[in-house]
């Protein structure tokens, strides 16, 4: 079942770096960070009071505790840096190399949780580290547009890492309550550092500034997250966490296509070459 919830997971996960490309064209991306979260904590108490776990919070041991605000802590600075990458560059660029974080969090799962390390696994990380390499193509252009590529890069690369930080400390921390209620204790971390991180920029005024319309997109990537984060943690109680964040990692494919569709960003061929790679190692490893 915890398959089912994983593949969930990466639909939804899709689905929100599209319609978040769409809610920052004008807008700050700390800002909108920070407002999604608001929608992603309600929506994630929500569940906690639908299923009736909130009092599992008297519970909580001293070290779930712990792990559950530096997994917040973590999957804050990922967002922060995710969308600024986001802002500045191509979708079908940065979704990518964020996702090195499953090459990232293969290691870790290793080191951790002493998951299985065969010749199989192997390749399949190279195959995804290769097929990411592939896609990240040499800006060409003015000065101006190769800063920015190299701006973006740095974003994405950091949102990665602390993505992979994400997944290690989140299976520790859910590993004696019910997911749903420490996804939302870790969300309201994360809205915590968010709304910190506006207030210390100086960039609250910037929220009046914020049009309807893209005010709606960023609503609904909040909620679309919501959906991701519920299925993801659920599925990362019960799976391997290895195979569960490859699972959710093929949330790029569904992501590509879009940007293709609505930002009609195309693929080189060697781009293409590269999804194609990323993809076999993302199921070989999830089949394995």
Not at 73 to 78: E, F, Q, V
Not at 107 to 130: D, P, R, S, T, Y
Request: glycine share 8%; hydrophobic share 55%.
């Amino acid at each position: 079942m915890w398959i089912v919830y994983a593949i969930g997971s990466a639909f939804f996960a899709g689905i929100t770096s599209i319609l978040a490309k769409c809610g920052i064209q004008k807008t700050d991306s700390d800002v909108a960070t920070a407002i999604r979260t608001i929608v992603v904590l309600l929506f994630s108490w929500l569940m906690v009071l639908i299923t009736g776990t909130r009092s599992g919070i008297t519970q909580i041991s001293a070290k779930t505790f712990l792990f559950l605000m530096l997994s917040g802590l973590a999957t804050g600075a990922s967002w922060l840096c995710y969308f600024r990458a986001l802002q500045i560059g191509d979708i079908n660029k940065v979704v990518p190399v964020d996702k090195l974080s499953t090459v990232l969090t293969i290691i870790l799962a290793i080191i951790f949780f002493h998951e299985g390390f065969c010749w199989e696994k192997m390749l399949c990380v190279i195959f995804i580290g290769a097929g990411t390499l592939l896609m990240v193509t040499k800006k060409q252009g003015t000065a101006e547009e190769k800063n920015s590529h190299g701006k973006w890069l740095i974003y994405a690369i950091l949102s990665a890492v602390f993505a992979s930080l994400t997944s290690i400390l989140g299976k520790i921390g859910i590993d004696d309550i019910d997911s749903n209620l420490g996804t939302a204790i870790r969300t309201t971390v994360v809205l915590v550092m968010a709304w910190l991180m506006v207030f210390v920029a100086g960039k609250q005024q910037k929220v009046k500034e914020i049009e309807k319309k893209e005010l709606a997109f960023i609503g609904l990537s909040g909620v679309a997250t919501g959906a991701s984060w519920l299925c993801y943690y659920r599925a990362l109680k019960d799976g391997a966490a290895s195979v569960v964040v490859s699972i959710d990692k093929l949330s790029m494919l569904i992501t590509i296509a879009f940007s293709w569709i609505v930002f009609q960003e195309r693929l080189s061929k060697k781009a293409a070459v590269g999804v194609v790679l990323i993809t076999a190692g993302t199921i070989w490893l999830a089949v394995m």
